[in-house]
């Protein structure tokens, strides 16, 4: 799946095996890409070779947390049902046209 930010389309994995969800970006460098943490509402930077943009988005799609350029070796926590929220993270500074409230559109490929 992709999303359009800043002009330009992001690709983004979705986790959903354990493995992409334990390791997520860990260790990545020259991050080009996002991952979403469907019904998760935490993720650590433990073992981050970059910093990353960090998005909570509710059951619709909307951002309830943002933390940009989110250094390695922390926690983030969001205070509500993980069954309802979920977490995206993009490349360093990818989200700086996005605010809280806003609505994320993804666009799923066609796999013909």
Do not use: W
Not at 21 to 38: A, C, K, V
Not at 46 to 59: S, T, V
């Amino acid at each position: 799946m992709k999303l359009l930010l800043n002009g330009r389309y992001i690709q983004v994995k979705e986790a959903l095996s354990f493995k992409d969800r334990l390791y997520g970006l860990m260790g990545q460098t020259s991050i080009d890409y996002g991952m979403l943490f469907p019904n998760c509402n935490g993720v650590h930077t433990f073992f981050m070779k970059e910093n990353i943009d960090i998005i909570g988005l509710n059951e619709k799609g909307e951002i309830i947390f943002l933390e940009r350029d989110c250094e390695k070796n922390k926690i983030i926590k969001i205070h509500r049902q993980s069954k309802k929220t979920s977490i995206l993270e993009l490349p360093k500074n990818a989200s700086t046209s996005l605010e809280l409230g806003d609505r994320l559109f993804f666009e799923f490929e066609n796999i013909i």
